[in-house]
């Protein structure tokens, strides 16, 4: 495995973030489920970056 430099922006994780904390806050979804949901979404994003 590589070491990659981080890149100066993380556009598609901040997407990521955003989308799960509005349903949250927004949504009515309970902070259990959107740490789950949130877990997920970053591990396939990272998964699909190697």
Same mark, same amino acid.
Request: net charge negative; glycine share 0%.
């Given at each position: 495995m590589k070491c990659k =430099? =981080?890149?100066k922006s993380y556009g598609d994780l !901040?997407? %990521?973030l955003?989308?799960?904390l509005d349903a949250l806050y927004n949504g009515g979804r309970d %902070?259990? !489920?959107t740490v789950k949901i949130l877990?997920?979404?970053i591990q396939l994003y990272l998964n699909e970056q190697e």
């Open positions: =430099a =981080a890149p !901040s997407q %990521i955003y989308e799960e %902070i259990e !489920s877990n997920n979404r």
